[in-house]
């Protein structure tokens, strides 16, 4: 049966998706900075159930955005963009380059001051944003480049899932590991070998798969790419339950989960900055430099090896000025940035100061990328 791409699908929604979440940073930077750190900043701090209300949902609701993002690599992977070698080697070679070049960005700038830990921020490309801009560019940007993006953004919050697992990990107990292999394990073998097809059993077990991963000291996030790869997917019809899933998620998540996200950490108020200012802060350039360049120069030069040695081969409607212009928005990194930054560093004041520098460099690859795309050479 034919499938619908993820990659292909550049819905409305996800363009609507990307100005709220925009919409959602800016009321956040504004409200915490009209009422202070008691106000707005101090009420995602309140407590309930022994957890502050950004510790519940950067730890529970986020783990729901990566079963999504899960079940969307799954799907592409089994029949949809990256399941042709050649045609996925481009982006896979991209988001490698992506994710490795801005980390020696970051790791060459704070090397020595304690500062290190952070280099999985300037990693990943946000998703939503990214397709916002896409589609504001319209005409301008060929379909094959907003498949090009996609799959790299994709590829790439894995990537950084599993950075997040081996790097931004707390006291790991062994305990809560084994439980949490052995429901991996029975998860696959209800699905491979006892071939149940209900959503809901493999969601109730998920619910325990979360707890055992967050008390295991990997972080709670790595629990929905787990349960993602045992959904079945049968043939990639709309039926299984991988796509049903999939399908039901997907406004939820990106008009729900996402915006409270956006809410909660982008509360955050500069007038308490200390310092000397931002870029005085060494990990605030490592993140800028990270982003902006090292973004746009490992993206590109992914790419490159990848066509040069014949692993791939652009599309038909690509130039190389596409490549560029398209790797420079992969420093919008927000979403993804700001997560792995309430991870890698236990300041308050370092969190705030490494947020806001996303911010303002996603702003800034944004404004040279889609100015690389729209401006044509004589």
């Known amino acids: 049966m034919k499938t619908i791409s993820f990659l292909k699908r550049m819905t409305a929604k996800d363009t609507v998706a990307g100005y709220l979440l925009m919409s959602c940073a800016g009321l956040s930077l504004l409200l915490a900075n009209l009422s202070g750190t008691s106000g707005w900043s101090g009420f995602w701090q309140r407590t309930l159930a022994n957890h502050s209300i950004v510790d519940w949902i950067n730890d529970g609701l986020m783990a729901v955005f990566f079963l999504l993002v899960g079940l969307e690599l799954k799907q592409e992977v089994m029949f949809g963009q990256l399941k042709d070698k050649r045609q996925s080697l481009l982006p896979v070679m991209a988001a490698l380059g992506g994710m490795l070049i801005p980390a020696l960005f970051y790791i060459s700038t704070t090397y020595g001051t304690g500062l290190e830990h952070g280099f999985g921020i300037p990693m990943s490309t946000d998703i939503a944003f990214v397709i916002t801009l896409l589609a504001l560019l319209g005409p301008r940007v060929p379909v094959s480049l907003k498949i090009f993006l996609t799959a790299l953004a994709v590829i790439d919050d894995i990537g950084a899932v599993v950075v997040i697992a081996i790097f931004y990990t707390s006291t790991i107990s062994a305990f809560y590991i084994f439980a949490t292999v052995m429901l991996f394990a029975f998860l696959l073998w209800l699905n491979w070998y006892v071939q149940v097809r209900k959503l809901s059993v493999y969601l109730v077990i998920g619910i325990f798969l979360w707890f055992c991963v967050l008390q295991s000291g990997i972080h709670a996030s790595v629990s929905g790419i787990l349960l993602a790869l045992t959904i079945p997917i049968l043939d990639g019809a709309p039926s299984s339950p991988a796509r049903r899933l999939q399908h039901r998620l997907h406004v939820p998540v990106y008009f729900l989960i996402l915006p409270l996200f956006v809410l909660a950490n982008t509360a955050i108020t500069i007038t308490g900055m200390k310092g000397g200012g931002l870029l005085s802060q060494l990990h605030v350039v490592g993140i800028c430099t990270g982003l902006i360049l090292g973004k746009g ?62 911010l303002a460099s996603s702003c800034v690859a944004a404004i040279a990328g889609s100015l690389v795309l729209t401006i044509k050479p004589k």
């Open 297 to 358: 120069i490992g993206i590109t030069l992914g790419a490159v090896f990848s066509v040069g040695f014949g692993w791939s081969v652009l599309p038909a409607d690509l130039r190389w000025r596409h490549i560029i212009g398209g790797a420079l928005l992969g420093g919008i990194g927000f979403t993804m940035a700001i997560f792995i930054a309430t991870l890698a560093f236990d300041s308050a004041q370092l969190v705030d100061s490494a947020k806001l520098a996303i």
